[in-house]
């Protein structure tokens, strides 16, 4: 009987000392855990703070620190980081290279300065595409002139000094530069689409400096002036939907228009969208396609702001034409964020994935391609920095 108690309590013992060791495990799994998430978070509060549009004395080091711990996680550390605006894509997709790029912030600019004013793109190719192609026009077009860069976008300008060491001046910077190497002409020549929002603030930026300097001058948007209504257009107007659709056709494997259409295709424009008066400018877009007789051609936008661009009544529109291949393009300058996700990515609620889910289409492709990488697009910057300078 004695010996069958010891028994007893020698599998007891056992019985608690595997219970403890396995609670000790899953302790420690925990505490890993927690420590990674930990970690995570620390990196998105980090990528928060500089996703700001004010800069400050802090900003610099606030890139630098936001990097230097986002490179210290793990790989799996890497994929719990999220915050309000932080995500593991902030400094982990691959959007190309970044030394490709020239942000056009160096000083010695001479008395005579072009300024080049972007929004912005943290897509290092559609940067280099997209943005670069229009200021090497312009500086090819003007040898006598420096041209520098400027983006609008802090928080666009933070991304990329975070995640490539590619710092690019903002308004206030790029301005300061100029008065500080002593630029006397100064000509600003905005990549925005139109005079809407963006164009206003740039306005306002140059404002408070012009005193600076000898002369100032402001050249025209890519679409020009902005007109009344959806009826008016104008040349500007007219040589920017020749131009895109032309690359789209082209792009699609088609020998025109008129061939893409007998093959029951039509192409789907995509602008960003606003609910500043400027909005009209997509409605004229529309306006003049049709004055073109592009009868397959689309204009839509990622807000559907106006109305009618909104992605449910462009797709009524291809559908009630009968056409049933579709073509998605931007109407953007850069062919960043709005076209590789509002347009073509694999959410929902893209552009790309709605035509797909409403069934009546065969085919539907994107073309990620921004304005700026078209020639002939370049060329209307460059006409209107030469309207200016005289």
Not at 62 to 70: I, L, M
Not at 139 to 157: G, H, K, L, M, Y
Not at 279 to 308: A, D, F, H, R
Request: hydrophobic share 40%; with cysteine; net charge negative.
């Amino acid at each position: 009987m004695k010996k069958k108690l010891v028994a007893l309590l020698c599998i007891s013992a056992m019985v608690f000392a595997l219970a403890a060791c396995g609670n000790n495990s899953e302790s420690d799994d925990s505490g890993d855990v927690n420590a990674d998430q930990a970690a995570a978070d620390h990196v998105a509060e980090l990528i928060d703070a500089i996703y700001a549009q004010e800069r400050t004395d802090e900003t610099d080091a606030q890139c630098e620190e936001a990097k230097k711990a986002w490179d210290a996680l793990t790989d799996a550390q890497k994929e719990l980081v999220e915050g309000e605006n932080a995500s593991p894509d902030y400094f982990g997709l691959d959007t190309g290279d970044a030394s490709k790029d020239d942000p056009r912030n160096q000083d010695d600019i001479g008395e005579n300065e072009i300024l080049v004013v972007s929004f912005g793109t943290s897509y290092n190719d559609s940067r280099v595409e997209d943005i670069k192609s229009i200021e090497d026009a312009i500086a090819e077009a003007n040898p006598d002139w420096s041209v520098r860069r400027a983006f609008t976008s802090q928080i666009i300008i933070n991304h990329i000094q975070a995640r490539d060491g590619e710092a690019i001046d903002n308004m206030d910077q790029a301005l300061e530069r100029a008065v500080d190497n002593g630029v006397k002409n100064l000509v600003v020549q905005p990549t925005h689409l139109m005079h809407g929002a963006e164009y206003d603030e740039m306005v306002e930026a140059v404002e408070k400096y012009q005193d600076n300097f000898d002369s100032v001058k402001i050249a025209e948007p890519l679409l020009g002036d902005v007109g009344s209504d959806a009826t008016v257009i104008n040349a500007d107007k007219k040589a920017v939907a020749e131009a895109v659709t032309a690359a789209a056709v082209s792009d699609a494997g088609f020998d025109s228009l008129k061939a893409a259409k007998e093959a029951k295709t039509a192409f789907v424009f995509l602008g960003h969208g606003t609910s500043h008066t400027a909005k009209v400018s997509y409605s004229q877009m529309q306006t003049q396609m049709e004055e073109l007789g592009y009868e397959n051609v689309y204009i839509g936008t990622v807000e559907g702001k106006p109305e009618e661009t909104a992605c449910e009544a462009v797709i009524e529109k291809v559908k009630k034409a009968g056409y049933t291949n579709v073509v998605l393009r931007p109407l953007m300058v850069v062919a960043g964020d709005h076209a590789n996700n509002d347009m073509a990515g694999a959410e929902d609620d893209s552009w790309k994935s709605m035509f797909e889910a409403d069934g009546s289409f065969e085919k539907v492709e994107a073309q990620i391609t921004g304005l700026g990488a078209v020639k002939a697009i370049q060329d209307i910057y460059v006409s209107h920095t030469a309207a200016v300078i005289g």
